[in-house]
């Protein structure tokens, strides 16, 4: 399958009213993209990597009561998770659409990560485009703009991770569900394939 890109209609099935029915819009609408764009992304990022890379869909099984304010695809090294990896995603919130690197909370290399970046601060700064954006935090989707930072900034971030049982990072680029490449399906897949390359030294910095 062709991988055509994302239309309003796609956020918009984030807002629908009540667990059940959000599930249910999600899974019609979003997921059959998100499992395209798996099999897009997948034979690139393991060249770039270096290693095979598995794609897994967001499945929001735990959720009983609240529904899911975002969905994604992730890829990472194991057939079988990847919540425990280093990763990439690409997801969606209502209101835009994030192409990111990530370690959350429940992986082992969080400190490895942590020490990587409270080294290289300064190197991180310079290299990583002022356009991308930071979080702590994948349940929100609010974030810190690359170019706001200094390397004092990226060190306290590291503390944090190092430090803070729940902490977690990512770093990428995020895209308003009004822009216009989205619905582009060629373009964004480039667009994405670029800011995995562009992220790809934070992922390496990970193991």
Same mark, same amino acid.
Request: proline share 6%; net charge neutral.
């Given at each position: 399958? %062709?991988?055509?890109? =994302? %239309? ?22 979003? &997921?059959?993209?998100? $499992? %395209? ?6 034979p ?14 967001? #499945? ?8 899911? #304010? ?6 990472a ?15 969606? =919130? ?6 990111? =690197? ?10 490895? =990560?942590?020490?990587?970046?409270? #080294? ?8 990583i ?29 590291? $503390?944090?991770?190092? %430090?803070?049982?729940?902490? $977690?990072?990512?770093?990428?680029? &995020? ?7 989205l ?9 994405? $394939?670029?800011?995995? !390359? ?6 390496? !910095?990970?193991?």
């Amino acid at each position: 399958m %062709t991988f055509n890109g =994302f %239309t309003n209609q796609d956020f918009d099935a984030l807002t629908v009213p009540g667990l059940e029915p959000r599930m249910e819009s999600i899974i019609a609408q979003i &997921r059959p993209k998100l $499992e %395209t764009l798996g099999s897009t992304i997948s034979p690139y990022l393991s060249a770039l990597c270096g290693e095979e890379m598995y794609p897994h869909v967001a #499945k929001h099984a735990r959720r009983k009561v609240n529904p899911p #304010k975002d969905t994604w695809i992730a890829w990472a090294t194991s057939k079988r998770g990847y919540k425990a990896l280093p990763h990439f995603e690409v997801g969606m =919130f209502s209101t835009h659409l994030f192409i990111i =690197f990530a370690i959350i909370y429940e992986s082992p290399n969080k400190a490895v =990560f942590s020490n990587y970046l409270q #080294k290289h601060a300064s190197k991180a700064v310079k290299e990583i485009p002022g356009e991308f954006y930071w979080s702590m935090d994948h349940m929100a989707p609010e974030g810190k703009l690359h170019q706001d930072l200094n390397s004092a900034s990226l060190k306290a971030m590291a $503390e944090k991770l190092k %430090t803070v049982k729940k902490a $977690e990072i990512m770093c990428g680029l &995020r895209l308003d569900r009004d822009d216009p490449l989205l619905s582009d399906g060629v373009k964004l897949v480039e667009t994405i $394939e670029s800011t995995f !390359a562009a992220l790809l030294p934070l992922y390496k !910095a990970a193991f």
